[in-house]
Structure formats: C-alpha cells, structure tokens
C-alpha cells in the first residue's frame, strides 16, 4: 500500500534568528501520514554550538532518518500478520515493563544499599572460598629504584637500600626526588608482568631472579643502574592473599546483597499492595 509522506523543508530558515523564537506546540515542520514532527522534537537532539550550515545538514538528516522510520512502521503495520504485530506489541509492552522496573528498583537500591564491606565481613567469605582464589599470575612484594650508576655515594644508598631500617627508609624517601624512578612500598603485591614492563632492564633471560623470595638484584642499562629487592613472592596456581583479592570480594559481597535487597523490595511492595488492596487475585 503506498504511503503518503509531506515534510516541511524550512531548514534554511530554522536557523536564522526568528527560529529561536517561540513557536505554536503545534507547529509542525514534517508529517508521514497521521504523524507529525515538531520543531521542538528537532530542538531536543540538536547538538549545542553548531554553526548555521551544520545546523541545517543535521536538521535534514534528522528530518528524513524520522520519516523513513515512519514509514517503515507503518508499512510494517499494513503488511506484517497479525500475529506477528500481537508478538511485537507484547514484547514492547514487555520491554517497557522491564525498563520502568528496573529504573525504579535500581533507585531503591542506590538509596538502600550498604557497600560497605568490614575486614571482618572480607576475611570471613575469603576463608570459606579460598580454593576460588588461585592466581593466573606471578606476584611480588618488591622496592626498586633507578639511579645514575655515576654518584658518588651510591655504595652508602645501595646499603640503605638493602638494609631498610626506619631511619634508612626515611632518608631514602628524603632523596628520592634524585632518582629517575622508584617504589619504596615493598608491602603491596604487583604483577610480575607489570614490573617488567616498567622496567626494561628486566629481560626474559633474567625474569626469574623475581621469582627468588629475599633476593637482591642489580641490572644496568642505559638509562642507568636499578636496585630491586624481592620481599616476597607468590607464583601461579597459588592461594591469592586477602589483600590482592579484596577488591573483587567486596565486589561479590556488594552484588550479593543488591540481588537479596532487590529480592525483599519486590516482595514487600506486593506485600504492601495487598495490603491496601492495590493488588487483589480472584478466585
């Protein structure tokens, strides 16, 4: 069945002045059958700072994509069986249903959930999953800095730097801004990986000198010496520690009582339509 299409074209003139004036809501600036397009539908997608032209080619493509839309529905609606337009019918129906509760219960949500998560809370569900928590990964605990091969007192910072008592880290962090690079927090596991890619003095002929527990290790290049002591080192397949894996359990918990919480709200908003008598089921 052929359909009839009129649209407007007074793009040219949109966009002069007199467009930002008020207009009539019923003024429409396209129409496909008994559908209509008005210039405020065109003002709410149109893109903030354009220049006139670019108004104008936006505003026509806008205009045709809406009446090839249009048009395509409604043909869909003349020639498609009416078991399939009762099909797509329930399944918009659906689709909005599912959008409007969805937005509504994620509101609650965000208005009644607790993400907090103790340490107790975190150790608890750690220890009874352990066995879900083995590594892909090699992992370290190490400090390294890089520093000019050249100075002058570097037996005394490579002493400090082994030893690391309090007094050695401190004067260390004070001349810090001397080094190229560094990392003195030695108590936070790291990817192997990343610290190789970090430091390229680091080949994989000599990867494996961070998979030594206690090892020190010296590597030079040119961009100078690295110092890299190993405290700790957990390989792959092994329990991941609480504290690399924390953030992915407090995840878990999180998700875990967003189900439970949107589980009760639904079952007390029934509960409280029943109650006064918005929800009834007859026998």
């Given at each position: 069945?052929?359909?009839?299409?009129?649209?407007?074209?007074?793009?040219?003139?949109?966009?002069?002045?007199?467009?930002?004036?008020?207009?009539?809501?019923?003024?429409?600036?396209?129409?496909?059958?008994?559908?209509?397009?008005?210039?405020?539908?065109?003002?709410?997608?149109?893109?903030?700072?354009?220049?006139?032209p670019d108004s104008t080619i936006f505003a026509n493509n806008f205009i045709n994509r809406w009446a090839t839309q249009q048009l395509l529905v409604q043909n869909a609606q003349v020639n498609l069986s009416d078991s399939k337009l009762e099909k797509f019918d329930r399944l918009i129906q659906q689709y909005k249903s599912d959008l409007y509760s969805k937005a509504y219960l994620e509101a609650l949500v965000s208005k009644n959930l607790d993400t907090t998560v103790s340490n107790q809370e975190a150790t608890i569900y750690y220890d009874i999953n352990k066995d879900a928590f083995k590594l892909n990964e090699d992992l370290i605990k190490f400090r390294y800095i890089n520093l000019d091969a050249n100075r002058l007192d570097l037996d005394d910072v490579k002493t400090k730097f082994k030893r690391f008592n309090i007094e050695d880290k401190k004067e260390l962090d004070s001349i810090s801004i001397q080094f190229k690079t560094y990392s003195l927090k030695d108590s936070v596991w790291i990817r192997v990986d990343q610290v190789i890619n970090k430091i390229a003095a680091v080949q994989p002929e000599n990867r494996n000198e961070l998979l030594k527990k206690s090892n020190f290790i010296q590597l030079k290049d040119?961009?100078?010496?690295?110092?890299?002591?190993?405290?700790?080192?957990?390989?792959?397949?092994?329990?991941?520690?609480?504290?690399?894996?924390?953030?992915?359990?407090?995840?878990?918990?999180?998700?875990?009582?967003?189900?439970?919480l949107i589980k009760q709200l639904e079952k007390d908003i029934t509960k409280d339509a029943i109650k006064n008598k918005q929800f009834e089921i007859y026998n």
């Open positions: 069945m052929k359909k009839s299409i009129y649209i407007v074209l007074l793009v040219s003139v949109l966009w002069s002045c007199d467009y930002f004036k008020p207009v009539q809501e019923d003024e429409a600036i396209a129409r496909v059958e008994d559908a209509f397009l008005y210039h405020k539908d065109l003002k709410k997608v149109l893109p903030e700072n354009l220049n006139a040119s961009l100078g010496l690295y110092l890299m002591q190993i405290n700790d080192v957990l390989l792959r397949n092994e329990t991941a520690p609480l504290e690399y894996v924390r953030p992915t359990i407090n995840q878990i918990v999180i998700n875990k009582r967003k189900l439970e």
